[in-house]
Nanobody
Framework: QLQFVESGGGLVQPGGSLRLSCAASGFTLDNYAVGWFRQAPGKEREGVSCINNSGRSTSYADSVKGRFTISRDNAKNTMYLQMNSLKPEDTAVYYC???????????????????WGQGTQVTVSS
């Protein structure tokens, strides 16, 4: 059974940092492109960042560019999101997701991802 276990969320002050982890089990992550999404209360789920199966190609939403870094360690079957200079507007539930490396179309389309983590809450507040 394909599963993700997310960790690393929490409460942080503005300007602080968090590192989210997403460990996959039941499948080999290196055959999949992966992405991070977030959903704030009352808002639609939005793509934050994505990375291809090899890790050589990454993409970031304008709202997080220069502050967030996506990475993956295929040997550990784990993906990460390093979040620096956090702002109150980054507050949301963050989800990791995976899709086949052969899936076409925008990597920010949540409907293109069949596999999802359970979500982890990130709250940025003083």
């Amino acid at each position: 059974q394909l599963q993700f276990v997310e960790s690393g969320g929490g409460l942080v002050q503005p300007g602080g940092s968090l590192r989210l982890s997403c460990a996959a089990s039941g499948f080999t992550l290196d055959n999949y492109a992966v992405g991070w999404f977030r959903q704030a209360p009352g808002k639609e789920r939005e793509g934050v960042s994505c990375i291809n199966n090899s890790g050589r190609s990454t993409s970031y939403a304008d709202s997080v560019k220069g502050r967030f870094t996506i990475s993956r360690d295929n040997a550990k079957n784990t993906m990460y999101l390093q979040m620096n200079s956090l702002k109150p507007e980054d507050t949301a539930v963050y989800y990791c997701a995976a899709r086949s490396r052969y899936t076409s179309g925008s990597c920010y389309n949540p409907r293109s991802y069949p596999y999802w983590g359970q979500g982890t809450q990130v709250t940025v507040s003083s």
